[in-house]
């Protein structure tokens, strides 16, 4: 817990004290996400320092929320699970997104949106099941982006995890996806829909006809995209 609560014995208060420290709530997030170790942790939260990233972690363990269990992986690997009382926290978070989805205008989101952290949200919800049974390399170029923000590189490989490449892997690319981000980040969220703005140029997709013909099968939205907005 903090230093400093609330001083009051009721349980709103009591909880308030764990979980709604600055960033505390968006590593409670990342974890029910499945990001177990420090640094993919720190590729959810962007603009939180590995200093608090650390100290949040540490607070969450103490009050019992968090376990930090050895991997068996090597020395020193260890990862960050979610307790009984952490995974109770779930159903929470989730109301909390779609509040902030139905509730928050859709201009103010846009003004927060983040490449890297958006590229993170899409590597860990492609569905690689419609696509070739093969490596298959996606390269994603916001145009409007400073050049280290612009390319990414999905490669979805049979049986293991996808992987988000900030560098050129070096494989043959099998679909670009050229856009700018604002456009991906309103598909994303279901701001949009892929075919108006495929139509209208703002979404260009240029290799496997396969791969782009699925892009609505394999490119999973956000979990909040199908809740209905209430202000726009």
Known sequence: MPDSGYNQFCPVSMAAEIVCSRWTLL??????????????????????????????????????????????????????????????????????????????????TLKNRDANLLMWDIRRNINADPMPPRRNTIQFIFNDRPPSERNYWLVVEPGNEVDLCLVDPGFDVDLYVSTDLR??????????????????????????????????????????????????
């Open 27 to 108: 590593v409670l997030r990342e974890l029910m996400l499945g990001s177990t170790r420090f640094n993919e942790l720190r590729r959810g939260l962007p603009g939180m320092s590995p200093a608090l990233l650390s100290k949040r972690l540490k607070e969450l363990e103490a009050a019992g929320v968090v376990i930090h269990v050895a991997t068996g992986c090597g020395s020193g690997v260890h990862e960050y699970r979610l307790s009984e009382a952490g995974s109770e926290l779930r159903p929470i978070i989730e109301a909390i997104g779609v509040w902030g989805h139905r509730w928050v205008t859709t201009e103010a």
């Open 183 to 232: 456009t991906m980040t309103e598909i994303w969220l279901g701001y949009t829909a892929i075919g108006p703005v495929s139509d209208d140029g703002r979404l260009v997709l240029i290799g496997n006809s396969k791969l782009a013909a699925d892009l609505r099968t394999w490119l999973k939205l956000s979990v909040f995209a199908n809740v209905e907005k209430k202000v726009a």
